[in-house]
C-alpha cells in the first residue's frame, strides 16, 4: 500500500482560513468514510482532530473541519491561531482492513 | 481515563530484534483494537499492524514478514516484535488504541512514545 499524498507545506496568516488535501484511491480515501486528521507538534503524540471524513471529537476546537471528494480529503482550519502552527496527518482504513497515512503537511502560522 | 505506556530497550543492534510493550492504564484492553505506529526522526507516521485483544491481527504488508504483535489480556499489555532491525528501523514507537466503533478506526488514546535506535 502506498502513503497517501498530501503538500509538504502550508501557511497562512492568523485568522485566515487553510486546507490542507489527503488524495488517495479507491482502495483507501475514495472507497471508505473512515478517513482520521491528527495534528502533532514538536515531541508529543498526535491528536486525533477528526474522524469519519467530518467529525470532531468532544473537545476539538469548532474551527477545524473536513470534508472528502472522490478520493481526496480535505482538512480545513478557519480562524487560524498560532497554536494551529502543527504537522498534520490524513490517515485512511483501507482494502485488506490494514490502515494508511499521508506523507504529513508542516503548517506554518506567518 | 485510558493511558498508554510503551517501554522497552531504546538501543538495538543490527539483525536483532526490537521489542516494545504497551501498558493499558486506566481501563480494560478488551473489547478494543490496539495498534503500533512509528515515525523515524524528522518523517512523517507509519501504520505498523494492529491487534484485537481476542489475538487476531493485520499487519502492515511492507513489514508484515518481519513484525509480530501479540496481546497478554491478564496484565493489560500488548507487544510489538520487529526481527531482523536495520538502521532505517531507528524511529520513535507509538501504541494506540484503535476506535473502531466511536471513532471509525481514528486513533485515540495515544502513548506518549519510545526511541528505538538501531545502531552497533
Known amino acids: 500500500q502506498s502513503a497517501l499524498t498530501q503538500p509538504a507545506s502550508v501557511s497562512g496568516s492568523p485568522g485566515q482560513s487553510i486546507s490542507i488535501s489527503c488524495t488517495g484511491t479507491?482502495?483507501?480515501?475514495?472507497?471508505?468514510?473512515?478517513v482520521s486528521w491528527y495534528q502533532q507538534h514538536p515531541g508529543k503524540a498526535p491528536k486525533l482532530m477528526i474522524y469519519a471524513v467530518s467529525n470532531r471529537p468532544s473537545g476539538v476546537s469548532n474551527r477545524f473541519s473536513g470534508s472528502k471528494s472522490g478520493n481526496t480529503a480535505s482538512l480545513t482550519i478557519s480562524g487560524l491561531q498560532a497554536e494551529d502552527e502543527a504537522d498534520y496527518y490524513c490517515s485512511s482504513y483501507a482494502s485488506s482492513g490494514t490502515l494508511v497515512f499521508g506523507g504529513g503537511t508542516k503548517l506554518t502560522v506567518l | 481515563q485510558v493511558q498508554l505506556q510503551e517501554s522497552g530497550p531504546g538501543l538495538v543492534k543490527p539483525s536483532e530484534t526490537l521489542s516494545l510493550t504497551c501498558t493499558v492504564s486506566g481501563g480494560s484492553i478488551n473489547s478494543y483494537y490496539w495498534t503500533w505506529i512509528r515515525q523515524p526522526p524528522g518523517e512523517g507516521l507509519e501504520w505498523i499492524g494492529y491487534i484485537y485483544y481476542s489475538g487476531s491481527t493485520n499487519y502492515n504488508p511492507s513489514l508484515k514478514s518481519r513484525i509480530t504483535i501479540s496481546v497478554d489480556t491478564s496484565k493489560n499489555q500488548f507487544s510489538l516484535n520487529l526481527r531482523s532491525v536495520i538502521a532505517a528501523d531507528t524511529a520513535v514507537y507509538f501504541c494506540?488504541?484503535?476506535?473502531?466503533?466511536?471513532?471509525?478506526?481514528?486513533?485515540?488514546?495515544w502513548g506518549q512514545g519510545t526511541l528505538v535506535t538501531v545502531s552497533s
Open positions: 494506540a488504541r484503535v476506535e473502531v466503533g466511536r471513532y471509525k478506526w481514528g486513533f485515540d488514546p
Open positions: 479507491s482502495n483507501d480515501v475514495g472507497g471508505y468514510n473512515f
